[in-house]
T-cell receptor, first 112, second 112 residues
Framework: GEDVEQSLFLSVREGDSSVINCTYTDSSSTYLYWYKQEPGAGLQLLTYIFSNMDMKQDQRLTVLLNKKDKHLSLRIADTQTGDSAIYFCAESIGGSARQLTFGSGTQLTVLP | SQTIHQWPATLVQPVGSPLSLECTVEGTSNPNLYWYRQAAGRGLQLLFYSVGIGQISSEVPQNLSASRPQDRQFILSSKKLLLSDSGFYLC???????????FGEGSRLTVL
């Protein structure tokens, strides 16, 4: 079955870049997502990438996809204290939310 | 624009008591609706999803049930709560084109 893995914690200094990594197992995944969850709130989609893409950039966010290694990363440039949150990697087949599998989330802490 | 609301935001209930969490979506019709549970502030587990009124699919055997009495209303219920039902419950609807999930703000349930 599908499995999505992430490291649990990451700490960075304000102004530095953050890189959050994710590995997945299902080679038929076609959509890969990054969601952000702030304390006590629901998840919010940050960005997503199709499996036929290697990179996607959106302002301070850069997503890199290595299909061979089934590795997805999210880079946040110039990390701010407001970026402190839990970041979830997720994969789906055909873009179906019904078949969405989430990782356990990476707690990003931004230190002043 | 679409919005999703769920309530109550916080609930403390004794073991054996009933539960009703409500979720409503506005600004879209015939949405796919989901109930997730997030235990210990981490990974999300899909509990139920619904593609239409009265159509409920259960993903895992459990003490909970779901109902969809109206197109944009999704209810999570239990007749008798267990300690293990404690957690953060998230309602969501999905965009059928991208698979993006839009989450409510969550309901934190503590069973004592």
């Amino acid at each position: 079955g599908e499995d999505v893995e992430q490291s649990l914690f990451l700490s960075v200094r304000e102004g530095d870049s953050s890189v959050i990594n994710c590995t997945y197992t299902d080679s038929s995944s076609t959509y890969l997502y990054w969601y952000k969850q702030e304390p006590g709130a629901g998840l919010q989609l940050l960005t997503y990438i199709f499996s036929n893409m290697d990179m996607k950039q959106d302002q301070r966010l850069t997503v890199l996809l290595n299909k061979k290694d089934k590795h997805l990363s999210l880079r946040i440039a110039d990390t701010q204290t407001g970026d402190s949150a839990i970041y979830f990697c997720a994969e789906s087949i055909g873009g179906s939310a019904r078949q969405l599998t989430f990782g356990s989330g990476t707690q990003l802490t931004v230190l002043p | 624009s679409q919005t999703i609301h769920q309530w109550p935001a916080t609930l403390v209930q004794p073991v054996g008591s009933p539960l009703s969490l409500e979720c409503t979506v506005e600004g879209t019709s015939n949405p796919n609706l989901y109930w997730y549970r997030q235990a210990a502030g981490r990974g999300l587990q899909l509990l139920f999803y619904s593609v239409g009124i009265g159509q409920i699919s259960s993903e895992v055997p459990q003490n909970l049930s779901a109902s969809r009495p109206q197109d944009r209303q999704f209810i999570l219920s239990s007749k008798k709560l267990l300690l293990s039902d404690s957690g953060f419950y998230l309602c969501a609807w999905s965009d059928i084109n991208t698979g993006e999930l839009f989450f409510g703000e969550g309901s934190r349930l503590t069973v004592l």
